[in-house]
């Protein structure tokens, strides 16, 4: 098996299921901002979206924008082993809280 995914590789990878179609990175930030309440750097977006192509767990393609600077927009989407990915992730953390209920709360 391959290494587990970190936390923020798991948040962006669910951002971009969340966005669909218009997964570009400063929607992936404006979905992760909005999701979390919490602010995050557009270069830790940039980095993990490259990072997850790398790995195979996203795809991208560049688009014609031409209302964005450049006129090019690189749009991303989930992988099928991303995909798996996250499940396993999300699994993972509901075995973990089994049982932890009395301390953490439902959820």
Known sequence: ???PLG??????LM???HLNRDAHGSA?????EQRTGRRVSRGAVYVTLDR???????AS???EAP???????????????GLKGVKHA??????????????????
């Open 1 to 3: 098996m391959k290494a």
């Open 28 to 32: 992936v930030r404006d979905a992760i």
């Open 52 to 58: 997850l192509e790398e790995k195979g767990l996203i």
């Open 67 to 81: 209302t964005v600077r450049g006129g090019m927009r690189r749009l991303f989407r989930v992988t099928p082993a």
């Open 90 to 107: 999300v699994e993972t953390l509901a075995r973990m809280q089994k049982g932890l209920e009395p301390l953490l709360g439902k959820g």
């Open 61 to 63: 393609r560049l688009l």
């Open 7 to 12: 936390e923020f590789e798991v948040v962006v």
């Open 15 to 17: 951002a971009v299921l």
